[in-house]
């Protein structure tokens, strides 16, 4: 990675390591709303063929600026643009899929970008509405504050979608149906994980 954008930190970027340790042996990899493209960057240092996608061209512009990783970057929309299917054998997408019109479209797509015996990713951003939710945000409000006064808060520069059209429960009941046998995880900095390995 660009060494002037290595060791930023916010609340994407705290999750990267659960893309980056899914799929260790990922020989082609699709970073989908790459935004700035640092997790396509970290992606890089151990992955032969690394796409970043994003449907606003000026972020996209900006980290091909500010990258000098390899990576191939596309400017497009993940739902609409002409990509291979059944081809990448690690698809990321962190802090993007709530931007999705539909969620479990969006999610389709992507199972289908995935190749088989491939892993895809989803750190996603939802509502909270049960107890252990509010919970685990308490818990991300001491992180936060504790991590960002240590390493600093990087604001991104890509661009943001804060009203989240479902609750972690709502994401959790659509991505079971899409994704059967999605690993799941709630985590106390604002976000969701999903795992999910595509069959054979
Ligand atoms: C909140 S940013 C997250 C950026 C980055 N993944 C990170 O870790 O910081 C969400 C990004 O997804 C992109 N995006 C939203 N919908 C998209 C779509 N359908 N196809 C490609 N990119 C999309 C946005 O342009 C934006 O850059």
């Not at 340790?21 to 020989?27: G, I, V």
Request: charge should be negative; aromatic fraction near 8%.
């Amino acid at each position: 990675m660009d060494k002037k954008l290595d060791g930023r930190w916010n609340h994407n970027i705290h999750y990267y390591d659960i893309a980056l340790a899914a799929a260790p042996m990922a020989r082609k990899a699709l970073d989908v709303g790459t935004g700035d493209g640092l997790l396509a960057a970290r992606l890089a240092e151990n992955v032969d063929e690394v796409t970043g996608i994003d449907s606003d061209n000026e972020t996209l512009t900006n980290a091909q600026k500010n990258m000098s990783a390899d990576i191939a970057w596309i400017a497009g929309d993940v739902l609409m643009y002409p990509l291979p299917e059944a081809h990448y054998d690690l698809v990321t997408a962190v802090a993007t899929v709530h931007h999705f019109p539909d969620l479990a479209t969006g999610l389709e797509r992507l199972a289908r970008l995935t190749a088989p015996g491939g892993t895809l990713v989803v750190i996603g951003c939802a509502r909270s509405s049960i107890a252990q939710d509010y919970a685990l945000e308490l818990v991300g409000a001491v992180q936060h504050q504790v991590l960002s006064r240590r390493r600093g808060y990087w604001q991104h520069n890509a661009p943001v979608q804060m009203d989240f059209p479902h609750t972690y429960t709502q994401v959790k009941g659509i991505a079971t149906g899409v994704l059967p046998g999605m690993i799941w995880r709630r985590l106390p900095l604002w976000r969701y994980a999903i795992i999910w390995g595509k069959p054979e």
